[in-house]
């Protein structure tokens, strides 16, 4: 079964760190890039962060360049987003999605539009909170 499966998410107070997970089952992460993205309540949902399948390079959106940090071991099959210096304006549903081209995650992270049918694969999500 092709899947995509997020974790790591909970509470954290503010100024707090949490590394999520996404792992791939079923195809290999190698040839794709990753990208993380959010969905607030009642917002749409916005590109944070991508990862290429080629040489390892980053992009992150402006509201989290400096306190996250995106990252893949491929050896594993996972994708990592370690997230520092969280602040309440980051609670949301975090996704992870795989594409084999880098183009639209790029695109993601720089507008803020996301376009889910562009992407193979999308996982479930998984639930950050940051409050005291």
């Known amino acids: 079964q092709v899947q995509l499966v997020e974790s790591g998410g909970g509470l954290v107070q503010p100024g707090g760190s949490l590394r999520l997970s996404c792992a791939a089952s079923?195809?290999?992460?190698?040839?794709?890039?990753i990208g993380w993205f959010r969905q607030a309540p009642g917002k749409e949902r916005e590109g944070v962060s991508c990862?290429?399948?080629?040489?390892?390079?980053?992009y992150y959106a402006d509201s989290v360049k400096g306190r996250f940090t995106i990252s893949r071991d491929n050896a594993k099959n996972t994708v990592y987003l370690q997230m520092n210096s969280l602040k309440p304006e980051d609670t949301a549903v975090y996704y992870c999605?795989?594409?084999?081209?880098?183009?639209?995650?790029?695109?993601?992270?720089?507008?803020?539009?996301?376009?889910?049918?562009?992407?193979?694969?999308w996982g479930q999500g998984t639930q950050v909170t940051v409050s005291s």
């Open positions: 999605a795989a594409e084999a081209f880098l183009l639209q995650c790029i695109k993601s992270v720089i507008t803020g539009i996301v376009l889910p049918d562009e992407y193979d694969y």
């Open positions: 079923g195809f290999t992460l190698d040839y794709y890039a």
């Open positions: 990862i290429s399948s080629s040489d390892g390079s980053t």
